[in-house]
């Protein structure tokens, strides 16, 4: 039986790879992992980005209301200077939001998006820095490199008309800017995407080389999507 049993296993074919057709087979996959990996990942991006933007957004309106109802409307918030503007923000509105790690300025969230603020001036003017990815490519931001069409927007709010001047326009609380002076609302979305800036920042558009904040204002404008003319 045994005998009979070895001639079974010798007539039996064993298919097998060679070491060589296994390193080619692995070497294929990679290359096509390569190529296919950096796509798959920016059509994930191009999709999440202004989903956080909006998730971002909706917090920060959300604290701003929370502190309204324990301090009044926040055109009457009167502060000294800058730092004790800071030190109100960093002590009512940043608390509640949902942070799970915090620095002086900078609120991590769980999704891996970050808001960080950038100015709370005492004179009304809130700006943060909105990063839908804080990791180190989005966090070591260059102007230059116009990051701001995809790691970096901002998202700047007049809380208080007192010190605005009238002339700009800004005559509501709340109002948002792509500038200082420049009222969003009041900029046609072509504006928004293809400028010019105005005459103190010609550069204040989304596909200008510092137009985080217009990059932001046009993604909220579509309904919170990239839209096929965007910088991206």
């Known amino acids: 039986a045994k005998t009979t049993y070895i001639k079974a296993l010798r007539a ?72 004790q503007a800071t030190q109100f923000y960093q002590e009512h509105i940043r608390t509640k939001m949902q942070c799970i790690k915090t620095t002086d300025t900078e609120c991590y969230l769980a999704d891996g998006s970050m808001i960080r603020l950038h100015n709370m001036r005492a004179y009304g003017l809130m700006e943060h820095s909105l990063f839908p990815f804080a990791n ?9 490199k116009t990051q701001h069409r995809r790691y970096r927007f901002s998202l700047n709010i007049w809380l208080s008309t007192a010190s605005a001047d009238y002339r700009w326009g800004i005559t509501q609380p709340k109002t948002e800017v792509t500038s200082m002076n420049k009222p969003a609302n009041k900029i046609t979305r072509d504006k928004l995407l293809n400028g010019p800036g105005d005459g103190t920042a010609p550069g204040q558009y989304c596909k200008g080389n510092d137009g985080a904040a217009s990059c932001f204002q046009l993604i909220k404008r579509d309904g919170w999507v990239i839209k096929d003319d965007y910088p991206w």
């Open 12 to 83: 039996k074919k064993v298919f097998a790879f060679t070491l060589a057709e296994v390193l080619i087979t692995l070497g294929i996959i990679g290359i096509v992992a390569a190529l296919t990996t950096p796509v798959l990942i920016n059509n994930y991006q191009k999709k999440e980005t202004p989903i956080r933007l909006q998730k971002m957004y909706n917090m920060i309106y959300g604290a701003i209301a929370l502190t309204e109802l324990e301090f009044g409307p926040c055109e009457n918030w009167i502060f000294d200077d800058d730092e």
């Open 136 to 144: 180190e490519k989005s966090l070591s931001y260059d102007a230059s």
